[in-house]
C-alpha cells in the first residue's frame, strides 16, 4: 500500500489523504480531502517527491512513464466533484500504474497535487502564487494502520 498525506499550499486549509492500494495487477485508489472550495478538481500525481515549497512547484510537472504511449499521462487521477460543504470523497481502480513494484510505473515516491480548478496541463512555476492547493509525497505503509501514517 502507498498512502500521501496532503497539507496545505498556497496559503490555503486544503488537506487530505489518498491511498494506493495493489490488488492483482490493478490498483484501488481512494482519497478523502477537506476544506475545498465547491466545483471541479484536477487531481495529478506530480513526477518529484517533493512538498516543500509554498506553492508545491516542487512536486515538478505531471508524471508520464517514458513508455506511455497513451494520450493519458500516467499521472492524470479522476477529477474531484465537491459541493457546497467543501468535502469531497473518492475511489475507483486503474490499471496503468502500480504500488511497491519498483517499476517505472510504480506511484510510491512521487507526489499528489490537488489543483485549484480544472487544469489539462499543470506546469511548476516557483515563487508565484498559483492554484496548487494541496501536496503530499506518495509513502510505503505496508503493515501500518492508515491512521498511524496520517
Not at 11 to 25: A, D, L
Not at 62 to 80: E, I
Amino acid at each position: 500500500m502507498g498512502v500521501a498525506k496532503l497539507t496545505p499550499k498556497n496559503g490555503t486549509t486544503v488537506r487530505g489523504f489518498i491511498s494506493f492500494t495493489q490488488r492483482e495487477g490493478k490498483v484501488e485508489i481512494a482519497g478523502d480531502f477537506f476544506e475545498l472550495y465547491s466545483g471541479s478538481h484536477s487531481l495529478y500525481i506530480h513526477e518529484v517527491g517533493n512538498c516543500s515549497s509554498p506553492n508545491a512547484a516542487s512536486a515538478g510537472p505531471v508524471w508520464n512513464v517514458r513508455s506511455n504511449t497513451s494520450s493519458k499521462r500516467t499521472g492524470d487521477l479522476r477529477q474531484l466533484r465537491v459541493g457546497s460543504e467543501g468535502h469531497a470523497e473518492f475511489s475507483y481502480t486503474a490499471s496503468d500504474i502500480s504500488v511497491g513494484t519498483g517499476k517505472p510505473n510504480d506511484v510510491i515516491g512521487h507526489s499528489v497535487v490537488v489543483h485549484a480548478m480544472v487544469d489539462p496541463d499543470p506546469k511548476p512555476e516557483f515563487g508565484v502564487r498559483n492554484g496548487w492547493l494541496a501536496c503530499g509525497v506518495i509513502q510505503r505503509s505496508d503493515g501500518l494502520n492508515l491512521k498511524d501514517i496520517l
